[in-house]
Structures are given as C-alpha cells and as structure tokens.
C-alpha cells in the first residue's frame, strides 16, 4: 500500500512562490512515474506537471512551464512542486500522484494512469 502525504499549502499574495511537498511512504518507486494534478474551485481536475522517478524529462502543462518546477529527492522518496509569480487563477487544491509504472510523455496529463493519490493541499492566492 502506498500512501501520499501532501504539505505547505497556504494563502499567499499574488507574485509570492510557495513549494509543496509530497512525502511518499509503503514502496519504492524505482520504476513509477509521480507528479501533480490541481483542482480549482468548482472545476475538474487538471493536470499541472509529472515526471518518472528515476529519470530525467519532467512534462509540464504548457501554461504552466515558465512558473512551476516539479523535482523529487530520491532518497527521502519527497517529491516537490515550486511554484513562482503566483496567481489568483492558481488557487486550487493540490493533489500529488504516483502510478507504480512508467507513464508516457503523451499520456502524463490523463488522471486515469495513476494509481495512487494524495489528500491534496490547498493553496490560496490573493490578489
């Protein structure tokens, strides 16, 4: 079983940065793909940004690249999102994911290809 934890979530000012975390626990994910997905108010769920734990070659929502960073410690299994010039429009909460296999390049944005999902953190931006 596999749990994910999210945390540092908040209200900031427009143009503030935040980072969030995900805390991965109950296997290793040597093989998997894990990323972040954000949930606005009253909207579906969109994908923000995912990369294969072991490698290399992050894919990011294309409004989103300029502005967020996703990154992961392997060693402390803690997957990271940072977040620069923020903006009303990126209030939402935010989920992380983990699926156990290698997804696509093509195929990172689809809810569907993960297995595992966080509680989520909110995070708040005023204008």
């Known amino acids: 079983q596999v749990q994910l934890v999210e945390s540092g979530g908040g209200l900031v000012q427009a143009g503030d940065s935040l980072r969030v975390s995900c805390v991965a626990s109950?296997?290793?994910?040597?093989?998997?793909?894990v990323g972040w997905f954000r949930q606005p108010p009253g909207r579906a769920r969109d994908f923000v940004a995912a990369?294969?734990?072991?490698?290399?070659?992050?894919t990011y929502t294309t409004a989103l690249k300029e502005r967020f960073t996703i990154s992961r410690d392997n060693a402390t299994n803690i997957l990271y999102l940072r977040m620069n010039a923020l903006k009303p429009e990126d209030t939402a909460v935010y989920y992380c994911?983990?699926?156990?296999?290698?997804?696509?390049?093509?195929?990172?944005?689809?809810?569907?290809?993960?297995?595992?999902w966080g509680q989520g953190t909110q995070v708040t931006v005023s204008s």
């Open positions: 994911v983990a699926a156990t296999a290698v997804v696509p390049f093509f195929e990172r944005h689809l809810p569907s290809k993960y297995d595992y």
């Open positions: 109950g296997r290793a994910f040597s093989g998997g793909t």
């Open positions: 990369v294969p734990w072991s490698g290399d070659s992050p």
